[in-house]
């Protein structure tokens, strides 16, 4: 069966641009997590969200928004981009908590 | 709140050795406890889970991890690594949020690097 399916891969905004990430997650899979990842700082969290109502959210600002359709399809944004939104940005789904995630390969985004 | 703390940010070791990669948690009641590995421009691919049972889980390709509540630790251990197991490799524990579901922590990540 297809993988967890990011798009796009990589990405090249401007300071003070938005950004939209999309996230296509096992086909079955209810739950859409979201998590940034950078050298210093690992894996944070981002979001969680599970039959399109946001469950747990992490401590980012409001710039930081997601949301998830009915087919379980999910899109993060991120406005007004800084320079230190550059990051791995992964998705990963889960059919039952306690089977861990599948994540997709993540979309690099990179602030100029 | 939960943290994980993976004590060790490298570990060079040579083919054929052994390695242990240490991971310690916070809070150990009612926790599902995971290694995942990250290969270089790739997304975190699971390894192994605990859930519940015998304390030690394995993975397809010779890894293991042993759950100790005392100590709240799980440790990721191979008895022989190979060059191919060269990649990071990041513990994470779930446990139930503030809001009432289950969240997930993950630790900073080890670099494990195999030198022939």
């Known amino acids: 069966k297809a993988g967890v399916t990011q798009t796009p891969r990589y990405l090249i905004k401007t300071r003070g641009q938005q950004v939209t990430l999309s996230c296509s997650p096992i086909?079955?899979?209810?739950?859409v997590s979201w998590y940034q990842q950078t050298p210093g700082q690992g894996l944070q969290f981002l979001f969680e969200?599970?039959?399109?109502?946001?469950?747990n959210k992490g401590n980012f600002p409001g710039r930081f928004s997601g949301r998830q359709f009915s087919n379980s399809r999910s899109e993060m944004n991120v406005s007004t981009l800084e320079l230190g939104d550059s990051a791995l940005y992964l998705c990963?789904?889960?059919?039952?908590?306690?089977?861990?995630?599948?994540f997709g390969s993540g979309t690099r985004l990179t602030v100029v | 709140a939960q943290s994980v703390t993976q004590l060790d940010s490298q570990v060079p070791v040579f083919e054929e050795a052994p390695v242990e990669l240490r991971c310690n948690y916070s809070?150990?009641?009612?926790?599902?406890l995971f290694w995942y590995v990250q290969y270089p421009n790739q997304g975190l691919q699971l390894l192994l889970k605990?859930?519940?049972?015998?304390?030690l889980v394995e993975s397809i390709n010779g890894f293991e991890a042993e759950f100790n509540k005392s100590q709240t630790s799980f440790h990721l251990r191979k008895p022989s690594v190979h060059i191919s197991d060269t990649a990071e490799y990041f513990c994470?524990?779930?446990?139930?949020?503030?809001?009432?579901?289950?969240?997930?922590?993950f630790g900073i990540g080890t670099k494990l690097q195999v030198i022939p």
């Open positions: 605990y859930l519940s049972g015998s304390t």
């Open positions: 994470a524990v779930s446990d139930l949020g503030t809001g009432g579901y289950q969240k997930v922590t």
């Open positions: 990963a789904s889960s059919l039952w908590d306690r089977d861990g995630y599948t």
């Open positions: 969200y599970f039959s399109e109502t946001q469950r």
């Open positions: 809070s150990s009641v009612s926790v599902y």
């Open positions: 086909s079955g899979h209810r739950s």
